[in-house]
């Protein structure tokens, strides 16, 4: 660990300087491609040091003194603990818009089997208990990039005037977090953003940034549904009342509002992820729990699975003369994530940037993903946003999948997902400080 923190404090100290005086001299592409490559290895340390040691939701002490310091050592304003482990810092050169950057801290309940060097062998306990944790999302490349761009921005203050506010936030893959920062006065206690950033890693090939103007990640909301019976003997179900089959019927009939009730062009899957009812096959239990997802792009669509599920839930249960079922849903009972919808201006006033830097080639407009992302509150909060995909894959692998019989790539989630750190990390950096650039230097009307 402290060697990491030597490396970076010897950075700051000589090379940064130097790559200062160098910013305000040379063309903004020269500067980026210094900067970054200049900061790369203790861009790459960082990386590795997280990757090594994920924390999960709420739990991302350590990531987040780390990423605290980081701010710190760059000149940043820092308060921690904003929605429990949240960090923002804020950096103020001159009259401008307010620019949001936000990264992720928490990790993945789940075993990592790359075998990297540096693969994460942490445990720890989740609900009761033990757990392996691993970065398998691509988090650590966010917060590496988050740090990096930073730092390119800072020394190039004098390429653009206003606010950056940088934001590491807890709890994306539990959901809730940004939803914690809020509540904990993040667009209160500190300036609200004109507008908001972030970016995800992508199994599409290395060097490429994937666009995308309107939705570009799902709604998603919770399900839950207990289902009511009579427990009895297995080979008297005539004096019991089956739960299971209620259930059954409600799972195969639900698919209908998909099929039947949703303009088959537009998005939606309600899937069951969970089904516990009853502990032996001879025994009828006297309830049944179903817990599942609702996802989908449009609000419209939204509010139409939202209520065919609790119709079709209310209507098997009614079928089968049970009682009435116990329905938690996302919106009615419990906030779930919107859909990320890109801002038109911001989005293409950064993407022309984007082009112009990393090339036309290589910057590409992608279709919406079909999972969500809790960055989605930011934007319900009423500031202008714009999410976007760095690919983090080698493109012979991605050639080799297109193959017939080719192996397939492993994704976000997988135990196997091994983002190529350089030129990946990389890319991260000059995209997300191009895009900032591109917003600070010529507001975006929104």
């Not at 003194?65 to 904003?82: D, I, N, S």
Request: hydrophobic share 45%.
């Amino acid at each position: 660990m402290f060697h990491l923190r030597a490396a970076f404090l010897t950075l700051v100290a000589t090379g940064f300087l130097a790559s200062v005086a160098w910013a305000q001299t040379a063309s903004s592409s020269a500067v980026l491609d210094g900067l970054v490559n200049e900061m790369y290895p203790a861009l790459d340390a960082l990386y590795e040091d997280i990757h090594s040691h994920p924390e999960l939701s709420m739990q991302e002490t350590r990531t987040a003194a780390k990423l605290a310091a980081r701010m710190r050592e760059l000149g940043f304003e820092v308060t921690e603990g904003v929605g429990k482990t949240g960090v923002v810092a804020l950096l103020r050169n001159g009259a401008g818009p307010t620019v949001m950057v936000r990264t992720e801290l928490d990790a993945l309940p789940m075993e990592e089997k790359t075998g990297l060097p540096y693969a994460s062998k942490v445990m720890t306990d989740w609900n009761g208990r033990q757990t392996f944790v691993a970065h398998s999302c691509g988090h650590d490349v966010h917060m590496a990039s988050w740090v990096g761009t930073a730092q390119a921005l800072v020394a190039m203050k004098a390429q653009w005037k206003g606010t950056l506010m940088f934001v590491a936030q807890p709890a994306e893959e539990a959901r809730g977090g940004a939803r914690a920062m809020l509540k904990d006065g993040l667009f209160t206690r500190f300036p609200k953003p004109n507008f908001a950033l972030a970016l995800h890693t992508s199994p599409m090939r290395y060097g490429y940034v994937g666009y995308r103007v309107g939705p570009i990640t799902s709604a998603s909301d919770p399900l839950q549904i207990t289902f009511k019976g009579r427990g009895g003997h297995g080979s008297a179900p005539h004096m019991a009342l089956d739960p299971i089959a209620v259930a059954a019927h409600f799972i195969t009939d639900v698919q209908t509002v998909i099929s039947r009730e949703k303009d088959p062009a537009e998005f939606g899957v309600v899937t069951i992820g969970a089904i516990q009812g009853g502990t032996a096959g001879n025994i009828i239990p006297d309830s049944v729990l179903l817990r599942g997802t609702i996802r989908s792009y449009k609000p419209e669509v939204r509010k139409k699975l939202l209520a065919g599920v609790e119709r079709t839930a209310m209507a098997a249960a009614a079928m089968a003369g049970a009682p009435q079922p116990d329905i938690f849903l996302g919106e009615k009972d419990e906030p779930g994530n919107a859909a990320v919808v890109n801002d038109k201006a911001l989005t293409e006033r950064a993407v022309s940037a984007l082009r112009r830097e990393l090339g036309a080639d290589k910057v590409v407009e992608v279709q919406p993903i079909t999972a969500s992302e809790d960055f989605s509150d930011f934007a319900e909060a009423g500031v202008p946003a714009m999410f976007f995909f760095v690919g983090v894959t080698d493109p012979k692998l991605v050639e080799e999948a297109h193959k017939p019989g080719g192996k397939p790539i492993p994704i976000n989630h997988s135990p196997f997902f091994a983002p190529v750190p350089e030129p990946s990390i990389k890319t991260s950096v000059k995209a997300m400080t191009t895009a900032v650039l591109a917003t600070l230097q010529d507001e975006v009307q929104p």
